[in-house]
């Protein structure tokens, strides 16, 4: 079965960082293109960034600078570094497998909750 599996969330002040990371199992890691999503409390889902098979990467807020996608296809892990964290970044952080258009994916982790204090 496809599997992925976030995990290194947690709650921090604003102005911190975190490196969120999702292992994927059960499917060729490296030829998928994989992607991070959230979900903050009331409000639907949204695309963060996603990254290809080849390591081409796109963010949903250009201007940010604050998100960083990166991936390791020896590990199966795809990673999702956040600095200068805002009480705003606050919400449930999803990684998504196998890409089927831009910002929809086939396949999700449970997620990893980040919470942003002031």
């Known amino acids: 079965d496809v599997q992925v599996a976030e995990s290194g969330g947690g709650s921090v002040q604003a102005g911190g960082s975190l490196r969120l990371s999702c292992v994927g199992s059960g499917f060729r890691f490296s030829h998928l293109a994989m992607g991070w999503f959230r979900q903050a409390p009331g409000q639907g889902r949204e695309g963060v960034a996603r990254?290809?098979?080849?390591?081409?990467?796109t963010y949903r807020d250009r201007s940010s600078g604050r998100f960083t996608i990166s991936r390791d296809d020896a590990k199966n892990t795809l990673y999702l570094q956040i600095n200068g964290l805002k009480p705003e970044d606050t919400a449930m952080y999803y990684c998504a497998a196998g890409s089927r258009s831009l910002w929809d994916f086939n396949y999700w982790g449970q997620g990893t909750q980040v919470t942003v204090s002031s």
């Open positions: 990254i290809t098979s080849s390591g081409d990467t």
